[in-house]
């Protein structure tokens, strides 16, 4: 077909066996300020009962966002939300009321600490879904997790919307959770306290993909942003855990040049990574890169030259933070450091990686997120993706804490399967999944191994065993494997009110 | 329904009315080089009849990498593909060739020079389809233009794939036209002649859209990469339409503290930013932002103090190649410039753009596809896109060229529709489009303006008139707005064999 079309042209529709659309008129695409205070914004994106809100945790226990956000949904006279953090700790503690007002329904995201305490004890109408920070990841990218509107904190942004957590005065380290979200979210909101001049020079999240600039007066409290999970331990037993860690890494002869190491947060993770800078030095090695979250540890191992690159997601103290204002850096985001969906990713090289548990099991199943009571207190984080990345996943423990053995016949709950996992390493000794039979030949004459079984039993006999749990029906959340399948599931607990 | 999973645990399937799926498993994920060669990763990529590869125009007319990669396509028996590069110059002159040979049968992607002549003369069975910078981003994420495999050049890649322009003997400047690519491509493959230590410290392609890393001798001749484009005009009649478009931005009032405009090659608009340059020393004035490519020119601008940041999409020399190689400053790729379908652009705020023509008419429409023989010889490049974007769209050109009027009735073919087109500055005055009375309000008094007929007639008394041109039906190509509609198709003149 031949039309004229709104230049004035006459052209052809149908060309060579394809449909062309004619050209129906140009304008300017004219630009405006896309500052506006958070409850105009969340208007503007058609809030209404039944959305899901997204939200990251870097400003940690020191967050306003998410509890002033939710605030303003109450006022707004919206409720049935379901809210998609990647995490949420103490400081949220007022989201109880909004359950209980039934302002929050649902969620989909990690949680620690109080919020957990209370729906172990009250399940919501949907069970809490938990991820990893990959399985996160590739859950919106998938839209099995669908986003309405992403609420996205950060330290500066200049009002087009191109934002950063590196500088302002609640600075939090690169935003590095919530790039998913602002690609698939239907609409999304910046978050900040610091509006500065365009163009914003460090640009995590970008104006492509922002609606609308949200100015409130703080987004965090400077005080709490840094983690107190970054103070190396002083508990002798947890020291040699920590040390026998890096001789199980010497001994399965991955300690040479080129190395690439997870340095994570958590005591003995932290104590893990100082003695691995020490043997760096004593063998005279250089790292290629460590990966995950920067602390001054990590960032003193990268000045004294035994790490050639520092490869982070996440920022973990005030020093690690000044480092990245003048150092940039290489950052990576989660998708890149995590997306199992991805064509490659930071962790996929990952020599090793050495992580914590609240509880283990004899298959070496690992539990994170209950309590042995039953209580959901924690995420999983990125230990399913870094367990799975690494060559060497070693997981750390003592066999028992108080009255209660953390090595068991199974854990309460399932955060990441034992097939992923290599090594066990506890104040009782050493156990390597048996899977792992190259590991354990390799092993063979340079350290002592134990089988997880007499772990168990040693942890039984000073405990007199764990406790048992009685189930009701009703669900208080469930553990996703990073590819979207169910993992396992929390019920709750018989007499926990 | 409940099930075991293959973590062991019972678990439900259908919660709170929903479906959640089983684990089914954990395995480790293992990582290996991606390093190959082109002819295997092509392969790899399961190349195969009828297939599109898409390529970046970034080392210009120094680029072995089309051309390297078509001969390993002809290699493997491959025959009837699409290119959808974003640009080709006179070095893809053995394209031609290949074109004979049923191995290219289709491009959508612009083309400068040899390669166009030659279709001009030979129509392809499907006509060459010429989009906008923008439009060629919007075009490939609403799959309007499917892309099977991405062919991508960098000056330094790591074994993994994560991949920059900016270091390397090949470097170009950022890599900033594939990002499109590499995420929407099925398949990706990085060509470099550079494998550097992970992680490569500048990533404008990352590993997680990377499926090949390929090796080749040499992506580039190095004495060619930077554009000759780039050269400011000693033309006396050129200096003069210079001058008058910064005469014009003063009496329109756009020079001003934190104004924010383009710079782009070619010599009328190179010597305008020179100009401009000027007039903001003289004034005292500080621009914000220099937008678009990075030149020598606008470097000093920058170094002088008289515009505060540089925000790049392309460098253009040597000199701008070594600043951003020491000051990285805030690169933008061509999405984050120009993609019509984001919520916000580098170039929704331009105050003003100083583009070039190879023809204009009296409805200020703007060519600069085809010569005025009809012959298809340039790109649109970010015509469009900066026109439609800036608040001061300027195109300049003399009224004529030797013997053929360029302003002119009607143009060969529209690239920019006279609606987004504010004023043409040419050697015989400056005309301003009747449907911006404000800024036509706003001159009065302070400047000389011309009605766009009389440069017209000028044009038509000085040179007889234009050629009249009498068209075959084949088509040669056709333009489209950023919209992904027909703006103008070209036809094939008869008698250009």
Same mark, same amino acid.
């Given at each position: 077909?031949?039309?004229?079309?709104?230049?004035?042209?006459?052209? !052809?529709?149908?060309?060579?066996?394809?449909?062309?659309?004619?050209?129906?008129?140009?304008?300017?695409?004219?630009?405006?300020?896309?500052?506006?205070?958070?409850?105009? %914004?969340?208007?503007?994106?058609?809030?209404?009962?039944?959305?899901?809100?997204?939200?990251?945790? /870097?400003?940690?226990?020191?967050?306003?966002?998410?509890?002033?956000?939710? !605030?303003?949904?109450?006022?707004?006279?919206?409720?049935? #939300?379901?809210?998609? /953090?990647?995490?949420?700790?103490?400081?949220?503690?007022? #989201?109880?009321?909004?359950?209980?007002?039934?302002?929050?329904?649902?969620?989909?995201?990690?949680?620690?600490?109080?919020?957990?305490?209370?729906?172990?004890?009250?399940?919501?109408?949907?069970?809490?879904?938990?991820?990893?920070?990959?399985?996160?990841?590739?859950?919106?990218?998938?839209?099995?997790?669908?986003?309405?509107?992403?609420?996205?904190?950060?330290?500066?942004?200049?009002?087009?919307?191109?934002?950063?957590?590196?500088?302002?005065?609640?600075?939090?380290?690169?935003?590095?959770?919530?790039?998913?979200?602002?690609?698939?979210?239907?609409?999304?909101?910046?978050?900040?306290?610091?509006?500065?001049?365009?163009?914003?020079?460090?640009?995590?999240?970008?104006?492509?993909?922002?609606?609308?600039? *949200? /100015?409130?007066? =703080?987004?965090?409290?400077?005080?709490?942003?840094?983690?107190?999970?970054?103070?190396?331990?002083?508990?002798?037993?947890?020291?040699?855990?920590?040390?026998?860690?890096?001789?199980?890494?010497?001994?399965?002869?991955?300690?040479?040049?080129?190395?690439?190491?997870?340095?994570? %947060?958590?005591?003995?993770?932290?104590?893990?990574?100082?003695?691995?800078?020490? =043997?760096?030095?004593?063998?005279?090695?250089?790292?290629?890169?460590?990966?995950?979250?920067?602390?001054?540890? #990590?960032?003193?191992?990268?000045?004294?030259?035994?790490?050639?690159?520092?490869?982070?997601? /996440?920022?973990?103290?005030?020093?690690?933070?000044?480092?990245?204002?003048?150092?940039?850096?290489?950052?990576?985001?989660?998708?890149?450091? %995590?997306?199992?969906?991805?064509?490659?990713?930071?962790?996929?090289?990952?020599?090793?990686?050495?992580?914590? %548990?609240?509880?283990?099991?004899?298959?070496?199943?690992?539990?994170?997120?209950?309590?042995?009571?039953?209580?959901?207190?924690?995420?999983?984080?990125?230990?399913?993706?870094?367990?799975?990345?690494?060559?060497?996943?070693?997981?750390?423990?003592?066999?028992? =804490?108080?009255?209660?053995?953390?090595?068991?016949?199974?854990?309460?709950?399932?955060?990441?399967?034992?097939?992923?996992?290599?090594?066990?390493?506890?104040?009782?000794?050493?156990? #390597?999944?048996?899977?792992?039979?190259?590991?354990?030949?390799?092993?063979?004459?340079?350290?002592?191994?134990?089988?997880?079984? !007499?772990?168990?039993?040693?942890?039984?006999? *000073?405990?007199?065993?764990?406790? !048992?749990?009685?189930?009701?029906?009703?669900?208080?959340?469930?553990?996703?494997?990073?590819?979207?399948?169910?993992?396992?599931?929390?019920?709750?607990?018989?007499?926990?009110?």
């Amino acid at each position: 077909m031949k039309v004229v079309n709104a230049a004035g042209r006459l052209i !052809e529709t149908d060309i060579s066996g394809e449909t062309f659309k004619p050209f129906s008129g140009a304008k300017k695409h004219n630009y405006s300020s896309k500052i506006t205070n958070l409850s105009d %914004a969340l208007k503007k994106c058609g809030l209404k009962d039944g959305m899901t809100l997204s939200f990251h945790h /870097q400003l940690r226990n020191g967050d306003f966002v998410i509890n002033k956000t939710l !605030e303003t949904v109450l006022n707004l006279g919206v409720k049935n #939300i379901m809210i998609a /953090q990647t995490a949420m700790f103490n400081v949220h503690n007022p #989201i109880i009321d909004l359950i209980k007002e039934g302002i929050v329904t649902r969620i989909e995201g990690s949680i620690n600490g109080v919020v957990g305490d209370y729906i172990s004890r009250n399940p919501l109408p949907y069970p809490v879904v938990l991820r990893s920070h990959g399985g996160r990841w590739a859950a919106i990218k998938k839209d099995e997790l669908h986003i309405d509107i992403a609420v996205i904190a950060a330290s500066a942004s200049d009002e087009r919307g191109n934002s950063t957590g590196i500088i302002g005065k609640s600075a939090f380290g690169p935003i590095s959770y919530s790039q998913v979200d602002a690609m698939h979210a239907d609409y999304v909101i910046m978050v900040t306290d610091s509006i500065i001049d365009y163009p914003c020079k460090y640009q995590e999240i970008q104006e492509r993909y922002v609606d609308y600039v *949200a /100015q409130i007066d =703080r987004i965090g409290d400077s005080s709490n942003i840094m983690s107190g999970t970054t103070k190396i331990t002083d508990d002798p037993m947890e020291l040699k855990i920590a040390r026998d860690c890096v001789d199980l890494m010497d001994a399965a002869e991955i300690i040479k040049d080129g190395m690439i190491f997870q340095s994570g %947060a958590g005591g003995i993770s932290l104590a893990a990574m100082k003695y691995l800078g020490e =043997r760096l030095e004593e063998k005279k090695v250089i790292a290629s890169t460590a990966t995950g979250g920067l602390t001054k540890l #990590i960032v003193d191992i990268y000045k004294a030259g035994h790490v050639r690159n520092l490869y982070y997601s /996440q920022v973990f103290d005030d020093y690690a933070v000044n480092f990245v204002q003048e150092t940039l850096g290489i950052p990576a985001d989660i998708g890149h450091y %995590a997306d199992p969906t991805s064509k490659g990713r930071t962790i996929d090289g990952l020599d090793t990686v050495v992580l914590g %548990a609240t509880e283990v099991d004899i298959n070496f199943n690992v539990n994170v997120n209950t309590h042995s009571d039953g209580r959901m207190l924690h995420g999983i984080g990125g230990h399913q993706d870094t367990a799975a990345g690494a060559s060497l996943c070693i997981i750390t423990c003592p066999i028992f =804490r108080k009255k209660n053995p953390i090595v068991r016949e199974k854990v309460t709950t399932i955060s990441t399967p034992g097939e992923v996992v290599d090594a066990i390493v506890t104040d009782k000794g050493i156990a #390597i999944n048996p899977k792992r039979e190259d590991l354990i030949e390799n092993l063979k004459g340079k350290i002592d191994i134990v089988q997880i079984e !007499e772990l168990k039993e040693l942890a039984y006999d *000073a405990t007199g065993g764990p406790q !048992e749990l009685e189930f009701e029906d009703r669900l208080v959340g469930c553990t996703k494997w990073f590819d979207g399948t169910v993992l396992d599931i929390i019920k709750k607990v018989k007499g926990l009110e």
